[in-house]
Antibody, heavy 117, light 109 residues
């Protein structure tokens, strides 16, 4: 059974840093791209970042402040978040890529990041 | 930059009725890499449709996707009580790499 579990969210002051983790199981982790998608309170979904064999990709809104990485030996993907702003307040979801179809087939339950000003 | 516009913003229907949700892209979607998701309150999104028209694993056949190019549709043939939720379309492109529509809320009339 595929499982995806995020951790590391919390309350941080504006300008601060946080690192999110996403532990995955039930599939061959190294074979799949992994993604972060966020949802601000009461708002829609926003793609944040993807890491795949071809590299790392970012939304313009987070480029230069957020960094995605992965450790295939631990089946874990990370999101290092620096220079946080109030606009980064959201539930952050980790999602597995559906290989070949550029969509997201398994999602975690999300971790809440709150940036206070 | 591709922008996805979903309509209507809210759709009010009764169980048993047919629901038709629209997603329009500002540019042609690459190889019809268009997906639909369902999200219920307090839950993560769930993949319903990928490649514009293929149902994901375990998705009932009352859900169907159609369309190509810039115009896509999600149809729910006969609404069940558990289908009332928010629905998002999502595309794969170059800039941004992925984008979501703003969502359609399907609520009970």
């Amino acid at each position: 059974e595929v499982q995806v579990l995020e951790s590391g969210g919390g309350l941080v002051q504006s300008g601060g840093s946080l690192r999110l983790s996403c532990a995955a199981s039930g599939f061959t982790f190294s074979n799949y791209a992994m993604n972060w998608v966020r949802q601000a309170p009461g708002k829609g979904l926003e793609w944040v970042s993807t890491i795949s064999g071809s590299g790392a990709y970012y939304a313009d809104s987070v480029k230069g402040r957020l960094t995605i990485s992965r450790d295939n030996s631990k089946n874990t993907v990370y999101l290092q978040m620096n220079s946080l702003r109030a606009a980064d307040t959201a539930v952050y979801y980790c999602a597995k890529s559906f290989s070949g179809w550029y969509s997201f087939d398994y999602w975690g339950q999300g971790t809440l990041v709150t940036v206070s000003s | 930059e591709i922008v996805l516009t979903q309509s209507p913003g809210t759709l009010s229907l009764s169980p048993g009725e047919r629901a038709t949700l629209s997603c329009r892209a500002s540019q042609s979607v690459n190889n019809n890499y268009l997906a639909w998701y369902q999200q219920k309150p307090g839950q993560a999104p769930r993949l319903l449709i990928y490649g514009a028209s293929s149902r994901a694993t375990g998705i009932p056949d009352r859900f169907s996707g159609s369309g190509s190019g810039t115009d896509f549709t999600l149809t729910i043939s006969r609404l069940e009580p558990e289908d009332f939720a928010v629905y998002y379309c999502q595309q794969f492109g170059s800039s941004p790499r992925y984008a979501f529509g703003q969502g359609t809320k399907l609520d009970i009339k």
